[in-house]
């Protein structure tokens, strides 16, 4: 090979390499791509949750921030109306129970088809300490048993307890960092899977917006992430 030759291989490789470097680059400060959405593998088939966003949440959110993790009616599922609420201290406490130590703000959502009721409650605190002691005395263990879900812990830590009587209406708990997160899905028959799915979907959506990112994750993309586990 001559040295001319070499000159324009040369150049050649450097331009190959310089085109499939910036393919792969992504604009600083933009998601990357699929984030917060289950990935689809070469085989086609869903993968679970794999990205930057699976971490606790320790960021103080504002009100607005609050209000967009919130799941929108679609986010749920097709046939149900939606409310979404400001949060009061004592939507994050038990019943007749002061504001929890540490309260900084919450929000709700209530979610209504002609089968099931959602009610959503989202409360951060100041600090993981005192978002842990208000999980640990929020949930109600009156008349209720707990209820196993086949899946991964939701958050840094989740419970699903049952209510014994005959709607069998499910209660949902999890804490990630400084965030405690409830819901309560009325006429569930003592299946937890609803209310799992919301909880991790409401998480997920939380985690979305601490990363600056807008919450896109559903429930359907939950249920297809657990199908996917198996």
């Given at each position: 090979m001559t040295r001319s030759h070499l000159?324009?291989?040369?150049?050649?490789?450097t331009c190959l390499t310089l085109s499939a470097c910036s393919a792969d680059e992504v604009p600083e400060g933009a998601p990357p791509a699929g984030a917060g959405k289950p990935s689809a593998g070469r085989t086609g088939e869903v993968q679970p949750f794999r990205d930057d966003t699976d971490v606790p949440l320790t960021r103080q959110l504002s009100r607005g921030e609050l209000?967009?993790?919130?799941?929108?009616?679609?986010?749920?599922?097709?046939g149900y109306l939606h409310k979404s609420l400001p949060g009061e201290p004592d939507d994050c406490a038990p019943s007749d129970a002061p504001a929890p130590t540490g309260w900084q703000r919450a929000g709700s959502g209530e979610y209504d088809s002609r089968s099931l009721e959602i009610d959503l409650d989202v409360c951060q605190f100041d600090n993981a300490a005192h978002a842990k002691t208000a999980y640990d005395r929020w949930s109600d263990r009156d008349e209720t048993a707990p209820a196993k879900v086949p899946s991964r812990v939701v958050g840094e830590e989740s419970v699903f307890l049952a209510y014994t009587g005959s709607s069998g209406t499910v209660y949902g708990y999890s804490r990630s960092g400084t965030v405690v997160?409830?819901?309560?899905?009325?006429?569930?028959?003592?299946?937890?899977?609803?209310?799992?799915?919301?909880?991790?979907a409401t998480i997920k959506r939380l985690q979305q917006v601490q990363a600056g990112r807008r919450a896109t994750a559903t429930?359907?993309?939950?249920?297809?992430?657990?199908?996917?586990?198996?």
């Amino acid at each position: 090979m001559t040295r001319s030759h070499l000159a324009i291989a040369t150049t050649l490789l450097t331009c190959l390499t310089l085109s499939a470097c910036s393919a792969d680059e992504v604009p600083e400060g933009a998601p990357p791509a699929g984030a917060g959405k289950p990935s689809a593998g070469r085989t086609g088939e869903v993968q679970p949750f794999r990205d930057d966003t699976d971490v606790p949440l320790t960021r103080q959110l504002s009100r607005g921030e609050l209000t967009q993790a919130i799941p929108d009616a679609e986010d749920v599922a097709p046939g149900y109306l939606h409310k979404s609420l400001p949060g009061e201290p004592d939507d994050c406490a038990p019943s007749d129970a002061p504001a929890p130590t540490g309260w900084q703000r919450a929000g709700s959502g209530e979610y209504d088809s002609r089968s099931l009721e959602i009610d959503l409650d989202v409360c951060q605190f100041d600090n993981a300490a005192h978002a842990k002691t208000a999980y640990d005395r929020w949930s109600d263990r009156d008349e209720t048993a707990p209820a196993k879900v086949p899946s991964r812990v939701v958050g840094e830590e989740s419970v699903f307890l049952a209510y014994t009587g005959s709607s069998g209406t499910v209660y949902g708990y999890s804490r990630s960092g400084t965030v405690v997160v409830r819901v309560r899905v009325k006429e569930a028959g003592g299946d937890p899977t609803d209310a799992h799915d919301v909880l991790a979907a409401t998480i997920k959506r939380l985690q979305q917006v601490q990363a600056g990112r807008r919450a896109t994750a559903t429930v359907a993309d939950i249920a297809a992430a657990e199908q996917a586990r198996g």
